[in-house]
């Protein structure tokens, strides 16, 4: 059974920085893409960031040039560096990978249990 776990979140001030990571567990044959959304309160879950197993990379346009999301398929692990955050920023942050647990299955996504970010003025 596949377990998304996420770590990093937390309370920072406006223009700080601070470094999410998901690591998938379990039975894992390969991971496509992984990547982060994020959900604030009363909004809907957005994306921030993906990349594919072999490093290609997307951003939503809010956070361009100061979230950088990268992986080490080694540790079937995600990461997202924010650096100048803005109290917009705050959310609770999920981790999101595309997952074959073995070679004749179809990928499922599966989801991490999401981590609080907050970013006070």
């Known amino acids: 059974q596949v377990q998304l776990v996420e770590s990093g979140g937390g309370l920072v001030q406006a223009g700080g920085s601070l470094r999410l990571s998901c690591a998938a567990t379990?039975?894992?044959?390969?991971?496509?893409?992984m990547g982060w959304y994020r959900q604030a309160p009363g909004k809907q879950r957005d994306v921030v960031a993906l990349i594919t197993s072999g490093g290609s990379t997307n951003y939503a346009d809010s956070v361009k040039g100061r979230f950088t999301i990268s992986r080490d398929n080694a540790k079937n692990t995600v990461y997202l560096q924010m650096n100048s955050l803005k109290p917009e920023d705050t959310a609770v942050y999920y981790c999101h990978a595309n997952i074959k647990e073995d070679r004749s299955l179809s990928p499922i996504g599966s989801w991490g249990q999401g981590t609080q970010v907050t970013v006070s003025s």
């Open positions: 379990g039975s894992i044959f390969s991971i496509n893409y």
